[in-house]
């Protein structure tokens, strides 16, 4: 028992001895937990997400993009180098396509969906959907226009499908390609833009248009001012996403580059809108052959219709 208690007394001196040099010195006994006020404490943590914040990025979801480069990546002529694409769930498809249909302002699409797990899986399925919706989507609303006509016979399309499927699949990868190189391209010039892989770019714009397979459905109504109505609401949904996504990329380049990039990207989308509901669903009727009708006099005469 001696030890301890020489111990004991030998701390307190030592305390005895601070506080004669120091009065307003604290001591505290390593034997007991240190005890952190309320403010302090709370301080503490708030400097600590500020710093978690200031790491992984402005947004939440910035804190996935640490795990992005855990992955390991197997070599391109390998079956696994692609099965990376697909692998998705249920949950985060739709919480991308969630996302691409109501834009949040403000936030980052890649970084907030995409950065992650970035996928074709999502792509290509809205890609193939979006292009049988618009073509039987098409072939129904020929099919309600001239509904009644007695000369109108009904013939499915069936090259729609591959006019649509070549025009979708053809946006939805040589833009985003086109679109990639040019980022590159500045970003050699100007080394503080933002830089988006390919997959990215790819990802976002298959997401984006998600929101035309509803439309396309809803096209069917055989009135133009509600065909057009829709395809304006749909395209500034969808339009905002790319906007937000692509607008941070190149905004500290040059202004009038800036600018003109993002008015590209603005137009060839509304392009791609305008001429799917153009030759799909706003075709001019075509004149059918009128049937000839015998007149009593013996010759046949013709009956125009149009």
């Given at each position: ?75 391109f ?17 739709l ?12 936030k ?5 969906y ?34 009644g ?86 395209l ?71």
């Amino acid at each position: 028992l001696a030890s301890p208690v020489m111990y004991l007394f030998a701390e307190f001196d030592d305390a005895a001895n601070l506080l004669a040099a120091n009065p307003d010195a604290t001591t505290i006994s390593i034997d007991e937990p240190v005890e952190i006020p309320k403010n302090q404490r709370g301080r503490l943590q708030e400097t600590g997400r500020e710093e978690d914040d200031e790491l992984l990025g402005t947004d939440d979801s910035d804190k996935t993009e640490l795990l992005a480069g855990q992955k390991k990546s197997a070599p391109f002529w390998t079956f696994e180098y692609y099965q990376t694409f697909f692998d998705v769930d249920t949950y985060q498809v739709l919480d991308r396509i969630k996302g691409s249909v109501f834009p949040v302002p403000g936030k980052n699409f890649v970084r907030l969906y995409i950065r992650s797990n970035p996928d074709l899986y999502g792509p290509f399925w809205i890609c193939a959907t979006l292009v049988f919706t618009i073509a039987v989507s098409g072939n129904l609303s020929n099919f309600f226009i001239h509904l009644g006509k007695p000369t109108y016979r009904y013939v499915p399309e069936f090259r729609k499908v591959s006019i649509a499927a070549t025009t979708i699949y053809a946006y939805a990868w040589l833009v985003p390609l086109a679109l990639w190189g040019f980022l590159m391209w500045r970003n050699s010039k100007v080394m503080n833009i933002v830089s988006y892989s390919f997959l990215e770019i790819v990802c976002v714009y298959g997401y984006s248009l998600f929101v035309y397979i509803p439309t396309a459905i809803l096209w069917i109504i055989p009135q133009k001012v509600v065909r057009w109505v829709l395809m304006v609401f749909s395209l500034c949904l969808s339009g905002s996403v790319l906007v937000m996504t692509f607008w941070p990329a190149v905004r500290d380049d040059n202004r009038r580059i800036a600018l003109a990039t993002v008015v590209t990207i603005v137009l060839l989308h509304a392009l791609l809108a305008v001429g799917c509901l153009a030759y799909f669903f706003d075709a001019p009727e075509l004149d059918f052959p009128a049937p000839t009708i015998p007149t009593y006099n013996g010759t046949i005469g013709i009956t125009k219709s149009h």
